[in-house]
């Protein structure tokens, strides 16, 4: 049986390869005078070629594959970040890394895609009634332990895209506004409770800070310094740039952690308003066509599943941008397909290749 290619997404695949070369090229400007980051280039090359092969490997198998081993893939999520907690390795204040002798596995970005396919399998299953109690419920909870155990490490901005996700396939599978009315509400005494005892202190300067950064953080020591120099580089750069590899505060290496959280800034300052618009018109289109895959997929489960990957990846460009911007709080998300970082690299490409996966197959083949 040869089946045929007149359904894969290429623009998918164009607006892909076009934001791998952006991100390599950002990479380089943001890694290139620091001692530190000498070395993070040639390692980012060799994660998309990494993500590569897994988008060529996820586009070959049938979706439908992980439909029947959900469970056990959804348990070894859980069992991975339970084992965070336990042997993680700390870095920048959150114990989310798995140390590999050569080299270090984040596995809440994985799982990320796990518990797509995991709220993807059950609604689809109970596709006739997605609105009952029952199946909203059981739904909070497949998606709220990873939630919890992300949360503890602490990762807020991961737990928040697990929310993200959530919330577009609930809408998607078809629960009822008048329930998220009803979870809303319920939610709110929890949310005080977590304000006052869950967050860690700098959990919540951050959000203070966001709101007013002169104000909680006046001598520019904690996040107000990151905003501020994230708000520099991206109006210095006007409207055509400084030049790649040519900005000042990038090439001094006055942004924080500018190869991931802040690599919009660097575009922004070295490629000007309009580098930094086409790489929001490229996401947004690569976000698009997620969705189209969603509308044109075979089945409930196929079509779950790219409504997720596009939620999750939305979510990433919305936050990412925005805490550059200074109109989002600091959670350091990456950018998606530009960022530096093996493990969410892998993750999105593989996104990627389980979106063409779904839309070859929206056809049955006869043979």
């Not at 607006?15 to 993070?40: E, N």
């Not at 439909?67 to 907690?85: C, D, K, N, Q, T």
């Not at 006007?238 to 919009?264: A, C, E, K, M």
């Not at 397909?337 to 197959?361: D, H, M, N, P």
Request: hydrophobic residues 55%; positive net charge.
């Amino acid at each position: 049986m040869v089946r045929t290619w007149r359904d894969y997404n290429f623009p998918l695949f164009l607006c892909v390869v076009i934001l791998l070369i952006f991100g390599a090229a950002m990479v380089y400007s943001a890694t290139l005078r620091d001692p530190l980051t000498q070395g993070y280039f040639s390692r980012h090359l060799v994660n998309l070629l990494v993500g590569c092969a897994a988008m060529a490997v996820m586009t070959a198998i049938d979706y439908h594959f992980f439909e029947s081993w959900i469970v056990p893939f959804y348990l070894g999520a859980v069992a991975l970040l339970g084992l965070v907690l336990a042997i993680g390795q700390v870095s920048s204040g959150a114990q989310s890394w798995i140390d590999l002798g050569v080299r270090t596995f984040q596995p809440s970005e994985p799982v990320k895609l796990l518990v797509i396919l995991a709220l993807a399998a059950y609604w689809s299953r109970n596709e006739r009634q997605p609105s009952a109690w029952r199946v909203v419920i059981t739904s909070l909870i497949l998606v709220g332990i990873p939630t919890v155990l992300v949360f503890l490490q602490p990762d807020f901005g991961t737990a928040m895209v697990f929310g993200a996700i959530w919330l577009a396939m609930a809408l998607a599978a078809g629960v009822r506004w008048q329930q998220f009315v009803v979870l809303f509400v319920a939610a709110l005494p929890a949310a005080m409770y977590g304000w006052t005892h869950i967050l860690r202190p700098y959990q919540r300067d951050r959000l203070l800070i966001f709101i007013d950064p002169l104000k909680y953080d006046p001598e520019l020591k904690q996040g107000a310094w990151n905003i501020m120099q994230s708000l520099t580089a991206i109006g210095s750069g006007g409207l055509t740039g400084r030049g790649w590899t040519h900005g000042l505060l990038s090439q001094g290496n006055y942004l924080p952690v500018q190869y991931s959280d802040f690599i919009f800034a660097i575009t922004g300052e070295e490629l000007g308003f309009i580098g930094a618009t086409l790489l929001l018109v490229f996401l947004g289109v690569t976000v698009w066509q997620a969705l189209t895959v969603a509308q044109a997929a075979r089945d409930s489960f196929g079509r779950l599943i790219a409504t997720g990957i596009a939620a999750m990846l939305l979510c990433h460009v919305l936050v990412n941008v925005g805490m550059n911007m200074s109109i989002m709080p600091i959670t350091g998300i990456p950018l998606p397909f530009i960022s530096y970082g093996g493990s969410f690299t892998l993750t999105t490409l593989a996104a990627v290749g389980l979106l063409q996966s779904i839309a070859l197959r929206r056809r049955r083949i006869t043979f």
